[in-house]
């Protein structure tokens, strides 16, 4: 009787990961392509897509930026979610993150010159249309920081 419970929930958990592969879902409900949603969030920006891929044992993570002045910027980096540090490329001073899993969710600390900065959390809404992302800190004139930032999935 045992064996058979046993051959059950492995065909169930193949069912399962099949039913993802075939609809392209991923595991981490962030990854994909979010784009700003500039009217629920506050920002100064002109637009933002973030495009998040999941790699073993971390993330992936695209950024590309137009600012208020229209100044387009692009960043990458590659992390794993061992809260270790991990440079971003493409930013104007060193910087870095160090990211971590939060449940289905995930957070990172970065810090620029070595100093920390910020605290970022991503969280997707249970629909899996709406990533939110709440930022605290300090900017690079030492003023505190505290953004909610809206994106779509694409």
């Given at each position: 009787m045992p064996g058979r419970v046993v051959s059950v929930l492995v065909v169930a958990l193949f069912v399962a990961a099949a039913?993802?592969?075939?609809?392209?879902?991923?595991?981490?409900?962030?990854?994909?392509?979010?784009r700003l949603n500039i009217a629920k969030s506050k920002s100064n920006l002109r637009s933002q897509t973030v495009r998040l891929e999941a790699v073993a044992n971390g993330?992936?993570?695209?950024?590309?930026?137009v600012d208020g002045q229209g100044k387009a910027t692009h960043n990458e980096i590659i992390a794993t979610l061992d809260g270790k540090e991990y440079e971003m490329k493409g930013m104007a001073m060193p910087t870095t993150r160090a990211y971590k899993r939060v449940g289905r969710d995930y957070e990172?600390?970065?810090?620029v010159n070595g100093k920390v900065t910020t605290t970022s959390r991503g969280a997707v809404n249970p629909d899996g249309k709406t990533l939110t992302f709440t930022t605290?800190?300090?900017?690079s004139q030492g003023q505190p920081v505290k953004t909610v930032t809206i994106f779509?999935?694409?």
């Open positions: 039913g993802l592969l075939a609809t392209g879902q991923s595991a981490d409900p962030w990854a994909g392509t979010w993330i992936r993570t695209f950024i590309d930026i990172f600390v970065t810090r605290t800190g300090t900017d779509e999935k694409q």
